[in-house]
Structures are given as structure tokens and as C-alpha cells.
């Protein structure tokens, strides 16, 4: 009777090669002349920080590089919210979150029962996406950090994932990552730092890993979230010392991921460098939340929690979708309407306009609202449910989730490779036509995108 110790010793062993074999396989199977597609996401970069970067004294070569070396939009026209999850997952689908499924950064949750629940499984996703097309096209896939990638059939996948925001999401995030893919690449190149760290060095980690799949798995497609950015800006401002010295920091770590893609696929190599959404100061905040508890559109039990529900804010930064738990009742329809009107005709509030669920909905957002309220620059939406409607800040920061047409809120495109236009300004473009633009540049197919493809 084999001993116990040799018996775990031989299951380890056959374990270890079945991981071998099952991510060998299909790399070793791909068309090694078919193209490489990496799409560096840096979270909140405006374009504006590379088309204008001398008025900022921004020292980042690699960006600038892209200005020359390929194409780029003078901005992007976003999604309704302009917020991190619905975006990213517009820039992997070419549709607006109405379709695609996430509406939001955190799931509409307004009986707090969800403990601050994001979007974060792909399982939320509706439509196809570019790595289900280059999946499809035989090529593997890799992703670090993508927001909306829990359970996302990625070849080697390490998601943007937190829960308690301690050290024990470390142990989750090893769950929900390819099996042993945390394990062997803090044997080559150290530990990873992922879920809600934030900090530059975090983003540096990141590209580390990036680096080490693309030089050692040789994925078809890697996606790569950089979040530094947007935490300092929302400190600190957009534009601001510290935001310069975080986006050079990037800018850095995007030169090495664009070396190491040219690297391992010399002359068949597409890098493109996208973002989510723009950014506005702000020094100003309008809370709802008081104004719907005031009209008695919900309540507060003695310890302060939601206990009943007409309508809800379901605030976003610089906006706040209306939801009504019953949209055909026409009484609480009628007062979410008159309050909103009485507070958008003052203009010491920040509204800049108030949208009808029809108008929302054509627009491609939140189709369970049925009004959306979009804040000017200089304002945010309060999240406290009791407290003042009015009041200004005592730190200033910077925010987002406006609507798209606000010339602050536009992302950015910018995309080099073989067959690329060299120096061509794109304009203004919609976020729908990116998904599309990349599947075309790398040879992949994406027929469910409503955007168009870019590139003659």
C-alpha cells in the first residue's frame, strides 16, 4: 500500500503538469505571425494631458511617442455614467452599458444589503467581448486588473477583485485568478499588489506581470489596468503636481509594456493606450439623498437605515441615476419630477441638466431610471442620507461620472502598429468605435459592436 506522502507527492506532481499542459496547449497552438493586441488602460487620463502636454510640462516620452508613431483622438465621447466599470466594458464590447449589461461602477443596491457590492463579474456581461473574439480566432488571452473579469473565460486572468480591503484579498483574488498564475509570477518577478491598492507602485507591479505573460505566455490579446491616476486625481485633483508625478511614473511603465510587446512580437504588435473617462475638479457638492428623504421618496428606520423605498438616487460622482421601484406610479413619478425640476431651476445647485428616462435610455444608460441628473464642473453628488442638500467642500478634489458631452469628461484613444497611420488626429470619437477599431487593427472579428472600425 503506497505510503501517504508519496501518494500527495504523485497527485502534486500530476497536478502541476495537467497546469502545464492546460496553458501550454493552446499557446503552443496559436498562429505565431498572427498579430499581438495590448490595451494599456490608465483610469481617468484626459486627453488633453498628451495632446497638451508641453502646457503641462508633463515628461512622458512613451505617451508623446503616440502622438507620432500612430493615431489618436483628440477625445472620446464616453458613456452615460462616465464612470470606471461601464466604461471599460464599453472599450471591450463597442455597445453602450444599456446593452452590455453594467451600469454602473457599484450594483443599484438601496437597502445597502449588497455591503458596497461592485460590478464585478463577467458574468453581468451581455454581449460578446474582444477576448471572446480572439478566443474565437484561436489566440489566447491574458488580462491584469480589467474591471468586470470575475469568472471571464481569459486564458490567464488576474481581475480587478476586493471584499474587506485588507491582506485577506490576497487570498480571494488567488481563487479567482487562473490557477497557479499568482503563484509562479511572484516566483519571477514578486509579489502581486491588486484589488484596491492604488498607489503608483501598485500600477508598477501591474506592469511587471504584464511584461512577464507577454515574454513567457506570448498571449494574442492582453489588457492592462492602470489605476494610480485616477486615485490622485480624485485626491488631489486633475492636472495638479502630485497627478503629473503619477502619470510620468505610468508613462514609464507604459514604455516597458510597449518594448516588451514589440519584443515578443516584432512587427505585428498593435499597442493601443486608452482610458475611461475624463475628470473635473470640484470644490461643490449637491446631496439628493437629503432633498428625497425630505419629499418622503424613502425613510429611515431609528437607526438611520432605508427601511422603505419610492425612489432612489444612485449617485455616480458627478451624477445621480433616479430609480423608482415602481416606474408606472404616476404619483411618485410626479414628485420625483417636480423636485428635480425645483432644484435644477436654481442655479446655486450644480445641475447641469436633467434627463427624462426616454432621453436616458436612447442614450444608452441605466434603462431601470427613470430620470438622470448631470452636475456641472466644480460639482459631486453627496452620498450621506442625511445631512445638507448644499454645502462646500473643505478638501477640493476631482470627480467624474458626467455626462459624456461635458468636454471634461472625454477619455482617451491613441493606438500604434503595423498598417497604423502615423501622426493622424482622429478627432472626436465615440467610445463604441474602439472595440471595433482594435478587433479590425489585430484581425479579429466583433460584428455585435454598434461602433464602427476607424481604420480604412
Known amino acids: 500500500m503506497m505510503k501517504p506522502k508519496k501518494i500527495v507527492a504523485r497527485f502534486l506532481a500530476a497536478f502541476s503538469l495537467f497546469c502545464f499542459f492546460a496553458t501550454a496547449i493552446p499557446a503552443a497552438a496559436q498562429d505565431k505571425n498572427a498579430p499581438l493586441l495590448v490595451v494599456i488602460s490608465v483610469d481617468g487620463l484626459r486627453p488633453d494631458y498628451v495632446t497638451a502636454a508641453d502646457a503641462h510640462g508633463a515628461k512622458i516620452p512613451h505617451l508623446r511617442k503616440f502622438l507620432h508613431d500612430g493615431s489618436y483622438a483628440l477625445g472620446v465621447t464616453g458613456v452615460i455614467p462616465t464612470v470606471t466599470y461601464p466604461s471599460h466594458t464599453t472599450l471591450m464590447t463597442g455597445v453602450w452599458p444599456a446593452k452590455h449589461g453594467v451600469l454602473a461602477n457599484q450594483t443599484f443596491d438601496p437597502l445597502q444589503k449588497n455591503h458596497e457590492g461592485w460590478y464585478w463579474y463577467a458574468e453581468d456581461i451581455r454581449v460578446p467581448t474582444l477576448w471572446d473574439s480572439a478566443s474565437a480566432a484561436g489566440r489566447t488571452t491574458a488580462s491584469i486588473q480589467w474591471p468586470v473579469t470575475v469568472g471571464a473565460k481569459i486564458t490567464w486572468n488576474i481581475p480587478e477583485f476586493w471584499r474587506a480591503g485588507t491582506s485577506e484579498d490576497a487570498k480571494l483574488l488567488r481563487v479567482v485568478s487562473t490557477p497557479g498564475l499568482?503563484?509562479?509570477?511572484?516566483?519571477?518577478?514578486?509579489?502581486?499588489?491588486?484589488?484596491?491598492?492604488?498607489?503608483?507602485?501598485?500600477?508598477?507591479?501591474?506592469?511587471?506581470?504584464?511584461?512577464?505573460?507577454?515574454?513567457?505566455?506570448?498571449?494574442?490579446?492582453?489588457?492592462?489596468?492602470?489605476?494610480?491616476?485616477?486615485?490622485?486625481?480624485?485626491?488631489?485633483?486633475?492636472?495638479?503636481?502630485?497627478?503629473?508625478?503619477?502619470?510620468?511614473?505610468?508613462?514609464?511603465?507604459?514604455?516597458?509594456?510597449?518594448?516588451?510587446?514589440?519584443?515578443?512580437?516584432?512587427g505585428r504588435a498593435f499597442v493601443a493606450v486608452v482610458s475611461d473617462h475624463g475628470f473635473a475638479n470640484y470644490g461643490q457638492q449637491l446631496n439628493l439623498f437629503p432633498a428625497f428623504e425630505k419629499a418622503k421618496l424613502f425613510s429611515l428606520d431609528d437607526k438611520g437605515k432605508i427601511s422603505e423605498w419610492r425612489a432612489m438616487p444612485w449617485e455616480t460622482g458627478g451624477s445621480a441615476a433616479i430609480v423608482l421601484k415602481d416606474p408606472k406610479n404616476g404619483l411618485t413619478v410626479a414628485t420625483v419630477r417636480t423636485l428635480l425640476t425645483k432644484l435644477a431651476a436654481d442655479p446655486a445647485n450644480g445641475i447641469d441638466r436633467v434627463l427624462e428616462g426616454d432621453e436616458l435610455h436612447r442614450r444608452g444608460g441605466y434603462p431601470n431610471a427613470s430620470f438622470f441628473v448631470g452636475l456641472k464642473p466644480g460639482w459631486r453628488t453627496g452620498t450621506t442620507l442625511t445631512g445638507p442638500v448644499l454645502s462646500s467642500s473643505t478638501k477640493a478634489g476631482g470627480t467624474h461620472g458626467e455626462l459624456p458631452d461635458l468636454p471634461e469628461m472625454r477619455a482617451s484613444f491613441f493606438l500604434v502598429g503595423p498598417g497604423v497611420p502615423a501622426g493622424k488626429n482622429l478627432g472626436l470619437i465615440d467610445m463604441r468605435d474602439i472595440a471595433p477599431t482594435l478587433a479590425k487593427a489585430a484581425g479579429l472579428s466583433l460584428p455585435t459592436a454598434d461602433g464602427k472600425s476607424l481604420l480604412q
Open 182 to 266: 499568482l503563484a509562479e509570477g511572484k516566483a519571477a518577478v514578486g509579489e502581486y499588489r491588486g484589488g484596491i491598492d492604488a498607489s503608483p507602485e501598485s500600477d508598477e507591479v501591474r506592469g511587471k506581470y504584464a511584461v512577464w505573460i507577454l515574454e513567457n505566455k506570448h498571449p494574442g490579446l492582453l489588457t492592462l489596468h492602470l489605476i494610480a491616476l485616477d486615485h490622485i486625481e480624485h485626491e488631489a485633483q486633475a492636472f495638479s503636481p502630485k497627478a503629473m508625478a503619477v502619470l510620468e511614473r505610468l508613462d514609464a511603465v507604459i514604455g516597458k509594456v510597449w518594448e516588451a510587446a514589440e519584443r515578443v512580437a516584432p
